[in-house]
């Protein structure tokens, strides 16, 4: 049990420390931090009860940040992509009418 809490406690430090790395990017002008946060608690569990070290949970928090981090923003890209903006003109009228694409 005194393993799981230093290696939780690594995991929060490295966290920290690599949260300040997900900033908004230019595709959506969203910030990724719960992406981020997923991944170096998700990466520093995996790596410190695969290595049993303290030092291997930091590198999973780390590494796991990054990927979290990486994932959210190609999910945010992606879902930016597919949604359709229809485009329109208004005529004399008040009628809407829309280009074909």
């Known amino acids: 049990m005194n393993h799981v809490l230093k290696i ?3 995991a929060v430090i490295a966290l920290g420390a690599g949260s300040t790395a997900a900033y908004a990017d230019a595709c959506s002008g969203h910030s990724h931090d719960t992406g981020t946060a997923l991944g170096a608690v998700g990466g520093g569990l ?6 049993h070290s ?4 930091l590198g999973g928090a780390v ?4 990927a979290g981090n990486a994932i959210a ?7 930016r992509a597919r949604v359709r903006r ?3 003109y208004i005529d004399s009228y008040g009628h809407r009418h829309y280009y074909r694409r």
């Open 54 to 57: 303290v030092a291997g949970g």
């Open 46 to 51: 995996i790596g410190g009860l695969a290595s």
């Open 73 to 79: 923003r190609a999910d945010d890209c992606n879902h």
């Open 8 to 10: 939780a406690a690594a």
């Open 63 to 66: 590494i796991g940040g990054f």
């Open 86 to 88: 229809e485009s329109y």
